[in-house]
């Protein structure tokens, strides 16, 4: 019996230890904290670069949306532009229509100036067959004459004693060489600036007047130069050598604008519709004066 008790006592102390042994392995020692350590430092840093990093693209964002405000500003400015361009083309565009309708009205008038007969210098009445067209001319009725031939347009004379009357004589120069005598300064200046029909009430437009300023209308009248003025001259008439409407002086002599190169300046060119001779004469001379004007 003491045997069976002194065997059970030594494997009580046995099993004793072996439990011991397992219980001081599960109980170690644990690991160091270090490389928890290290990891946290390594995330505080990688937060502090991604913090850097964040205010850089804050700061790109910013300009980024500086540039945004200025870009849509020259939208709207190039926007703006555009609407006033178009406005522009438009009016371009009218402007182009226009200019297209008078130049095709000018090419209208062109061919129909070049289909017109072209202005013939006439005969003089008393020439060899084939030496021109006769003389030809049309009473416009109004105190005017159209020549056929070279379609100049003259004044008509008559008897009533006002700027048209066939008996005033007028000086070309009050100065001795200068177009200052009563030739320009009464009796162009009355046809030119005063109302049609009176001859007295002065004007400068339409508006001035009862009707029309000038003389039918027209204020560029002038004296002819001496081809001009020799045109009308017929030359089959005798003592009047004119064939054209209305009145003539007798033995009329008329200033012509062509000066006389080998007077000096003191000279004029005439013609004497007697015979249609032409001269030279004094230009502090009185002389007849007609009016004449292209269309």
């Known amino acids: 019996m003491k045997k069976i008790f002194l065997v059970f006592v030594v494997s009580f102390c046995f099993g004793l230890i ?18 928890v350590a290290q990891n946290l430092a390594m995330c505080s840093n ?18 980024c949306d500086a540039s945004l405000t200025t870009c849509t500003g020259n939208l709207t400015t190039c926007n703006n532009d555009l609407g006033t361009c178009n406005t522009d083309l438009g009016q371009a565009q009218t402007d182009l229509a226009v200019c297209t309708g008078d130049l095709n009205t000018c090419t209208d008038d062109l061919a129909a100036c070049e289909a017109t007969p072209c202005q013939i210098f006439p005969g003089d009445g008393y020439a060899v067959s084939g030496s021109g067209p006769p003389l030809s001319y049309t009473d416009n009725g109004d105190g005017t004459f159209t020549d056929n031939n070279t379609k100049l347009m003259w004044e008509k004379k008559d008897d009533a004693s006002g700027i048209h009357d066939k008996d005033n004589t007028y000086t070309w120069s009050a100065t001795g060489s200068s177009p200052d ?5 009464v009796f162009l200046d009355a046809l030119n600036n005063t109302c049609n029909g009176s001859g007295a009430t002065p004007c400068t437009t339409d508006a001035d007047c009862v009707g029309m300023c000038g003389f039918v209308g027209h204020q560029d009248w002038r004296i002819p130069n001496l081809k001009e003025l020799e045109s009308i ?11 054209y409407p209305g009145l003539t002086l007798i033995s009329p002599e008329y200033w012509s604008a062509t000066l ?12 004497t519709f007697t015979n249609g001779g032409v001269n030279t004469d004094s230009k502090l001379n009185g002389k007849a004066g007609r009016a004449v004007l292209r269309p």
């Open 46 to 63: 990688n937060l502090l670069a991604c913090n850097t990093s964040l205010g850089t693209c804050n700061g790109d964002l910013s300009t």
């Open 260 to 271: 006389d190169i080998g007077g000096g300046g003191g000279t004029a060119w005439k013609v």
């Open 233 to 243: 001259v017929d030359s089959s008439k005798i003592l009047t050598a004119s064939s």
């Open 181 to 185: 005598g009563t030739l320009f300064t």
């Open 18 to 35: 072996g439990v011991m042994s397992l219980t001081s392995q599960a109980y170690a020692k644990p690991p160091s904290c270090e490389p």
